[in-house]
T-cell receptor
Framework: DAGITQSPRHKVTETGTPVTLRCHQT?????MYWYRQDPGHGLRLIHY???????DKGEVSDGYSVSRSKTEDFLLTLESATSSQTSVYFC????????????FGNGTRLTVT | EDKVVQSPLSLVVHEGDTVTLNCSYE??????LLWYKQEKKAPTFLFML????IEKKSGRLSSILDKKELFSILNITATQTGDSAIYLC?????????FGKGTRLSVIA
């Protein structure tokens, strides 16, 4: 699985609570991404990082923040979870200046009740 | 705004059939086109195309890119039930990979 580990694999949380998802890579890749996948919408980019402490917004960034303090870890935080953020979240590495394929983690299924 | 359109959105075929999946795009400063297969978990990489007119092949799967007409196709010959999956195309341009909504392929015995 290209050395990408997402945690937790599943999470159920209540509306209004903060949630942090973690992505850990062992490939030392500069670029990391967070996507969400919903029926009828495909994969949509939330945020991405092009280096330690370097991040940028994607298509659906509202309600999410990210942090990258180390090359290997990319955190996605929902400051106050809403039901519309119920989704499957995928982390990916690759792309960037190398124009290499993205490789995905196994995803985190988040349910906000 | 970059835009990727896949068609059809879903498809049901019988084993042994040949299928063609389509992907069209509007991307600023095109860099590459990628195809992925997604079964139950993470999307898995199939092909990356950067040059027009050059076919990539892997077994029964093949893909080709037309940069002038702004589309790509993914062909699967002699389909098997194991080909049942969602097939995603993504385009890379000025922004990181932008995906279409995917084509759900179901192959029945």
């Amino acid at each position: 699985d290209a050395g990408i580990t997402q945690s937790p694999r599943h999470k159920v949380t209540e509306t209004g609570t903060p949630v942090t998802l973690r992505c850990h890579q062992t490939e030392n890749h500069r670029y990391m991404y967070w996507y969400r996948q919903d029926p009828g919408h495909g994969l949509r980019l939330i945020h991405y990082s092009y280096g330690v402490k370097d991040t940028d917004k994607g298509e659906v960034s509202d309600g999410y923040s990210v942090s990258r303090s180390k090359t290997e870890d990319f955190l996605l935080t929902l400051e106050s979870a809403t039901s519309s953020q119920t989704s499957v979240y995928f982390c990916a590495i690759g792309g960037g200046n190398m124009n290499s394929p993205l490789h995905f983690g196994n995803g985190t299924r988040l349910t906000v009740t | 705004e970059d835009k990727v359109v896949q068609s059809p959105l879903s498809l049901v075929v019988h084993e042994g059939d040949t299928v063609t999946l389509n992907c069209s795009y509007e991307v600023t400063n095109f860099r590459s086109l990628l195809w992925y297969k997604q079964e139950k978990k993470a999307p898995t990489f199939l092909f990356m195309l950067t040059s027009s007119g050059i076919e990539k092949k892997s077994g029964r799967l093949s893909s080709i890119l037309d940069k002038k007409e702004l589309f790509s196709i993914l062909n699967i010959t002699a389909t098997q039930t194991g080909d049942s999956a969602i097939y995603l195309c993504g385009w890379s341009g000025n922004t990181p990979l932008v995906f279409g909504k995917g084509t759900r392929l179901s192959v029945i015995a």
